[in-house]
């Protein structure tokens, strides 16, 4: 849920935390290391497998019709994101919007795993997604 993207336990999601979560769900869904997410990947990385949302949800992200989501890609479907549930545009989800954000990344392709306080909520605790506290797997 969206308690996974508040890093620091303030009950609001700041856009740095935001990138942080996502950056190391593209880093895990990114099974070879190669900076492209594959359908292959994407569907492994799925636990119930895929469904007609997750493939919605791949088609408008892989904006180039390639069959695959670049990094770019999905940093551009993250801030497409991001201002969708930022509603008021003040650069935090709170109040209201954290319901938006669970609504709006249920059925996503990429989902957050564990808790803030997790190993790899640790991890993805610097804003470019970077070694945190314990470095890099």
């Not at 979560?21 to 359908?39: Q, W």
């Not at 993250?78 to 935090?92: A, E, H, I, K, S």
């Not at 957050?112 to 997790?118: F, Q, V």
């Amino acid at each position: 849920g969206w308690k996974a993207y508040d890093l620091n336990g303030d009950g609001k999601v700041t856009r740095a935390e935001f990138s942080a979560v996502r950056n190391l769900c593209f880093v895990r869904v990114d099974a070879n290391g190669d900076g492209i997410l594959s359908g292959t990947e994407v569907q492994r990385s799925l636990p119930t497998g895929p469904t007609e949302r997750h493939s919605a949800v791949f088609s408008r992200m892989d904006r180039d019709g390639d069959g695959q989501i670049s990094r770019e890609e999905y940093d551009q479907e993250n801030d497409r994101l991001f201002r969708f549930v930022d509603t008021n545009g003040d650069g935090v989800i709170a109040g209201m919007e954290v319901s938006n954000l669970t609504s709006v990344l249920l059925g996503h392709i990429c989902q957050p795993s564990g808790s803030p306080e997790s190993d790899e909520g640790r991890r993805a605790s610097t804003p470019t997604g970077g070694p945190g506290p314990r470095g890099r797997r």
